[in-house]
């Protein structure tokens, strides 16, 4: 089993192996992937168990990150193999939970998966976690494997072996991340994913705006459409390669598909009104969205094999931008039925919508976290524009960051960082793509080569 150039998005997962063995001295513990001992516990609110992979709350305070060790990877090419650790270890950073050690501070080089590094020159470094890896090119196809090693008791935690396509070469890295962050904080990984975006262009007055996509770390961006038309809030569905989006043709907003391996895109519906704010529901079968007739606008449900929509509310205000729960049952949407913008949740059938946000301001684009814990949502207060979250039922809001003009915050796939953008003052301002972690305090801008907004984080990728 292979996965296709990353310009044709891949449906299949590549071929991993649990690695084992590597002399009778490391048999015992190259035998499975062994709990995390006392590696962590000492840096994080975890659970003190010894029976299984720590959980780390990364909701709460600051944590200080895991001292963990990179070297370049071993490998025929070593410019290459050296490209594969150096993501690894960016991806983590990036993550704010670990802290890369310097490579120039490194005891011991030439480390191979295939033989058990020495501790002794690793304890010095208080490295509590080193990863061992090697890459290569084996004609059109390139094989990564590593080991992530416990510094203070000797052991591996896991291993893995992976294989792809050549032109795919940087997801073995992202795939390698993933591994790592799960074994170490008890989440899954984040980084083989992608997100689409609005790519913006132009003076301030007259702006082209394109869809486009790319790796979560910003690398293989390509344009999905030609800036012929507006288009705005694109999402990816949770089940198959392809987005929804509203596209503005001839200025009239309307929804549709897109398939990312073809390109080819579906109109879909026909309305008598203007329909806009699109999502998946988690089966990938039906497409939430609002529609805008004699000045009210409603949230409908379609189901994409049949084509039929139907109402979900009937308020005399504006409801819009709907989200589903990720087990389906439920829709946070937001509205102004009781004199204000703020969000309301209500039953997948339309039935039971309740208010859940209470403070000052105005509150929108709610988006349902992948775990079902929190909602994201922008708020509008005292002249700032808010990121925040509260819980399904209201309770527990807080703010994670603010500026100028923050909005259209996006979950990453471990429900643990948010992608947003933030647009600066001036006719020369801009949005640009930042994320946060739920501590609110590791916030990074993520590199795009021009203006970007609206972004939406993908499912990782199969």
């Given at each position: 089993?292979?996965?296709?150039?990353?310009?044709?998005?891949?449906?299949?997962?590549?071929?991993?192996?649990?690695?084992?063995?590597?002399?009778?001295?490391?048999?015992?513990?190259?035998?499975?992937?062994?709990?995390?001992?006392?590696?962590?516990?000492?840096?994080?609110?975890?659970?003190?168990?010894?029976?299984?992979?720590?959980?780390?709350?990364?909701?709460?305070?600051?944590?200080?990150?895991?001292?963990?060790?990179?070297?370049?990877?071993?490998?025929?090419?070593?410019?290459?193999?050296?490209?594969?650790?150096?993501?690894?270890?960016?991806?983590?950073?990036?993550?704010?939970?670990?802290?890369?050690?310097?490579?120039?501070?490194?005891?011991?080089?030439?480390?191979?998966?295939?033989?058990?590094?020495?501790?002794?020159?690793?304890?010095?470094?208080?490295?509590?976690?080193?990863?061992?890896?090697?890459?290569?090119?084996?004609?059109?196809?390139?094989?990564?494997?590593?080991?992530?090693?416990?510094?203070?008791?000797?052991?591996?935690?896991?291993?893995?072996?992976?294989?792809?396509?050549?032109?795919?070469?940087?997801?073995?890295?992202?795939?390698?991340?993933?591994?790592?962050?799960?074994r170490l904080t008890g989440e899954r990984g984040y980084f083989d994913s992608r997100v689409v975006f609005i790519d913006?262009?132009?003076?301030?007055?007259?702006?082209?705006?394109?869809?486009?996509?790319?790796?979560?770390?910003?690398?293989?961006?390509?344009?999905?459409?030609?800036?012929?038309?507006?288009?705005?809030?694109?999402?990816?569905?949770?089940?198959?390669?392809?987005?929804?989006?509203?596209?503005?043709?001839?200025?009239?907003?309307?929804?549709?598909?897109?398939?990312?391996?073809?390109?080819?895109?579906?109109?879909?519906?026909?309305?008598?009104?203007?329909?806009?704010?699109?999502?998946?529901?988690?089966?990938?079968?039906?497409?939430?969205?609002?529609?805008?007739?004699?000045?009210?606008?409603?949230?409908?449900?379609?189901?994409?094999?049949?084509?039929?929509?139907?109402?979900?509310?009937?308020?005399?205000?504006?409801?819009?931008?709907?989200?589903?729960?990720?087990?389906?049952?439920?829709?946070?949407?937001?509205?102004?039925?009781?004199?204000?913008?703020?969000?309301?949740?209500?039953?997948?059938?339309?039935?039971?919508?309740?208010?859940?946000?209470?403070?000052?301001?105005?509150?929108?684009?709610?988006?349902?976290?992948?775990?079902?814990?929190?909602?994201?949502?922008?708020?509008?207060?005292?002249?700032?524009?808010?990121?925040?979250?509260?819980?399904?039922?209201?309770?527990?809001?807080?703010?994670?960051?603010?500026?100028?003009?923050?909005?259209?915050?996006?979950?990453?796939?471990?429900?643990?960082?948010?992608?947003?953008?933030?647009?600066?003052?001036?006719?020369?301002?801009?949005?640009?793509?930042?994320?946060?972690?739920?501590?609110?305090?590791?916030?990074?801008?993520?590199?795009?080569?021009?203006?970007?907004?609206?972004?939406?984080?993908?499912?990782?990728?199969?």
């Amino acid at each position: 089993m292979t996965m296709p150039p990353h310009d044709q998005p891949p449906r299949l997962a590549p071929r991993r192996h649990l690695l084992r063995g590597a002399g009778a001295a490391a048999a015992a513990a190259w035998a499975t992937a062994l709990p995390l001992s006392g590696l962590y516990a000492r840096r994080a609110l975890a659970q003190n168990s010894s029976s299984g992979p720590l959980e780390v709350d990364i909701t709460q305070g600051v944590l200080k990150p895991i001292s963990i060790a990179v070297p370049l990877f071993a490998g025929p090419d070593q410019q290459f193999a050296g490209q594969i650790a150096d993501i690894v270890s960016a991806d983590l950073k990036r993550s704010g939970l670990f802290a890369p050690i310097d490579r120039a501070a490194f005891l011991e080089r030439d480390l191979t998966p295939d033989r058990a590094p020495r501790f002794v020159n690793w304890r010095p470094l208080n490295a509590q976690a080193l990863v061992v890896g090697q890459a290569e090119r084996r004609g059109d196809q390139v094989v990564a494997s590593f080991r992530l090693w416990d510094v203070f008791s000797g052991r591996q935690l896991t291993g893995q072996r992976f294989t792809t396509a050549a032109a795919n070469w940087r997801r073995l890295a992202h795939l390698i991340a993933d591994q790592v962050y799960e074994r170490l904080t008890g989440e899954r990984g984040y980084f083989d994913s992608r997100v689409v975006f609005i790519d913006e262009r132009g003076p301030k007055d007259r702006r082209s705006k394109r869809l486009a996509i790319m790796d979560q770390d910003s690398a293989n961006l390509r344009l999905l459409t030609d800036g012929r038309e507006l288009v705005l809030t694109p999402r990816f569905s949770p089940t198959r390669q392809e987005i929804t989006f509203t596209s503005y043709r001839r200025n009239r907003p309307e929804v549709v598909l897109m398939d990312l391996t073809s390109g080819r895109r579906t109109r879909i519906g026909q309305f008598n009104g203007t329909t806009f704010a699109p999502r998946f529901s988690p089966d990938g079968g039906r497409l939430v969205f609002s529609l805008e007739q004699n000045g009210l606008t409603n949230v409908f449900e379609m189901e994409l094999r049949s084509r039929r929509a139907r109402q979900l509310t009937n308020a005399n205000s504006i409801d819009t931008g709907p989200c589903y729960a990720p087990d389906g049952r439920r829709i946070v949407f937001e509205s102004d039925r009781d004199r204000g913008q703020q969000l309301y949740v209500m039953n997948a059938d339309g039935t039971g919508a309740r208010r859940i946000s209470y403070g000052s301001g105005r509150y929108s684009t709610p988006v349902w976290s992948p775990r079902g814990d929190l909602i994201a949502f922008t708020k509008q207060a005292g002249g700032q524009f808010l990121i925040g979250v509260m819980k399904p039922d209201g309770s527990g809001e807080r703010i994670l960051t603010e500026g100028f003009h923050n909005e259209g915050p996006t979950w990453a796939p471990n429900g643990r960082v948010l992608m947003f953008f933030r647009e600066t003052r001036g006719a020369r301002g801009g949005p640009r793509l930042h994320s946060i972690d739920l501590t609110g305090y590791n916030e990074q801008r993520v590199s795009t080569p021009s203006f970007a907004s609206d972004p939406a984080w993908s499912p990782l990728l199969k």
